[in-house]
């Protein structure tokens, strides 16, 4: 199994020193200005990441409300124009020079109609995946809390049927657990089951705990430390066959320390 970190939980020197990889976190690493991408803070990025062992995977920006996402970097899969093509085709290409094991991708946004939003999706990751694939990229469809009622993919079908209508060799499943639990409500049979039924299209992980309930914060997406929440970790033992990256997704060096034991105590490695 590969152990990976958040961009932001720390540097890169400190991450490589506790795990084997680094997620790019792209919306929160200031590389862009009004939407422009800083070509010279890319390339010095680039060029730490040479001098360090590591693996990367990449996270595509993304649809926040929250005040404290960059504005000028919004992306909803449903709702895409150019400029968020562009944006999107800018962490591809990102993730193929760096020779990363995934991309991750938020699902788009309802907005009153969900078939309509799902289809428009679809066109959009169809376009994505084909991008993906002149950069010889893996792109990892995320699940997204049931606890925002306006997020598509939140249940493992509409998951599933997502990456089948798409139907690329470039388009797989991030597993977001922590999401996975909001949906499920914390109840770990249901959340078992969810990992087990998408455990053939998983690419990628996310790992983060929280308390299963909605919360006023985020929804209850609080990304706590590994074993700070309610999550039974064993539930990961649901993706037979997965041997890529658990990237936890927490906010600093300690809480990467925490996780990394309750992670390694949960899963059994063949």
Request: net charge negative; with cysteine.
């Amino acid at each position: 199994m590969i152990l990976g970190a958040s961009s932001f939980a720390g540097s890169f020197s400190e991450i490589s020193a506790e795990v084997d990889s680094v997620e790019l976190y792209i919306p929160k690493m200031g590389l862009y200005i009004n939407s422009v991408l800083r070509k010279d803070l890319l390339e010095g990025i680039i060029d730490e990441l040479s001098t360090i062992d590591l693996y990367t995977s990449v996270h595509a920006p993304y649809f926040a409300a929250s005040p404290t996402y960059p504005q000028d970097v919004l992306v909803d899969t449903a709702n895409m124009d150019d400029a968020a093509f562009r944006l999107m085709g800018e962490s591809i290409e990102l993730a193929g020079r760096l020779g990363s094991r995934a991309v991750v991708l938020h699902p788009g946004r309802i907005n009153g109609d969900r078939e309509g939003a799902f289809s428009s999706m679809v066109r959009n990751l169809r376009s994505l995946a084909r991008t993906a694939e002149e950069h010889g990229v893996m792109l990892g469809l995320e699940n997204k809390e049931g606890t925002d009622k306006d997020n598509l993919c939140t249940e493992a079908a509409e998951l599933i049927r997502a990456v089948e209508e798409v139907d690329s060799d470039n388009m797989g499943i991030t597993f977001d657990i922590g999401h996975a639990n909001l949906t499920c409500g914390g109840n770990m049979m249901k959340l078992r089951d969810f990992a087990g039924a998408i455990a053939p299209y998983v690419v990628h992980v996310h790992v983060h705990d929280n308390r299963g309930i909605w919360l006023e914060h985020y929804d209850g997406d609080e990304h706590l430390a590994p074993g700070d929440g309610i999550i039974d970790y064993s539930v990961l033992n649901e993706l037979a066959g997965y041997r890529g990256i658990y990237n936890m997704e927490v906010f600093s060096m300690e809480d990467v320390v925490k996780g990394k034991k309750t992670v390694l105590n949960a899963i059994r490695i063949p």
